[in-house]
């Protein structure tokens, strides 16, 4: 653990590490539920002091890290495969320098186990013992499952129409499971309500800005993987923008603690029927949009992180791009069929992500190009028995 502070990603007030701080003092107060969050806080190490710790030779990881490891949840997240996708032909077109980091192999079957790792580790530390979040499934299954590890409460607000094996996970590990008769949105409202009413550690992503920080492990991993080296692209599934901004923030980590010297470029895929921050960074304006796509992972109709999300997409050069449900669900079954991994829709679309880069001529063959698998095949059949296509 190295000394943080926490900076507001809109007005960059500085607020302290000695107390629980969600959004910034300034501008939280202002944001209406139903839009997406101002005043999300990033966690702000003291570089300086880093860099006289490690250097590439000899990286001490912990020091990136706002939680004292001995506070960390005795329950096995991360190191997940990476591996070369030596088949891949999408479309005619043959790639050679792609690889997958294959998150969906976490023990809860996403990449949310990362975040509710560390909450789990940041409630120890605050000695709260119920934790509340707002999920449209992933990060209450992992937050579920670690919060059953640790012997701590979970209390989670879930849409009524979240698929059923995420439902099962969340039944199955002892959490307190409230279905909300609406949209993601409606139950992130809720959930909000609920730790200002009746206290408890908000999980929310973003809201909570160590969920943040949870997730940037695995830009950690893929860099130690890849031997050190950044690679030149990463795609990733974009719902609330909170995966991406963590794989920023482990790689801006490195940069500022003068171990590496590159960011990689990241792109943003979102579904076409959930496609907020990909119309906020081509417009120009933020205005939240009912969500509508078979990848329930990725759809939100107000990222929680939008803002924080386009700074990451713009600082790396970065770009965004949708895919419709149709490419997805095609992508699903060609991952499956091309490498053997089986993925939820969310995680195919950075494969017809990749797709339409390759058509638009946005990227180059000869550049490293990481897909990030975010979350398991086996959490929504559904999506694959009702496709025609499968049948
Ligand atoms: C949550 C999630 C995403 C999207 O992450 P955001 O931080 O909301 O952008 C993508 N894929 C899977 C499997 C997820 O669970
Ligand atoms: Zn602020």
Redesign the pocket.
Known sequence: MTDFFYRCVDCGKEHSNEQLHYLCSNCGANWQPGTSLTGVLEVIFDYAKIATQCNLQQIDWSVFSAINSKYYPNYPVGNTPFAKAINLEIDGNRYHNVWLKCDHLNPSG???DRASFFIVAQANVLQEEKIVVASTG??ASALAAIAAAAGKQAKIFVPRSAPAAKLAQIKVHGAELILVDGTYDDAFKLSIEETEKHGGLNRN?AYNPLTIEGKKSVGFEIFQQNNCQVPDVILI????????SGVYKAFFDLLQAGITEKMPRLIAVQAEGSAVIHNYLTTGKLTSKKATTIAD??A?AAPSNAHLAIKAIKATNGLSVVVSDEKILEMQKLLARQTGQFV?P??AAVVAGLANLQQQQLINNNDQIVLLL??HGLKDINSVMNNDENK
């Open positions: 996403s990449l949310k992933n990060a992503t599934p974009v719902g609330d923008g909170v995966i991406l992972s990725i939100v939820e969310s995680s975010t979350g």
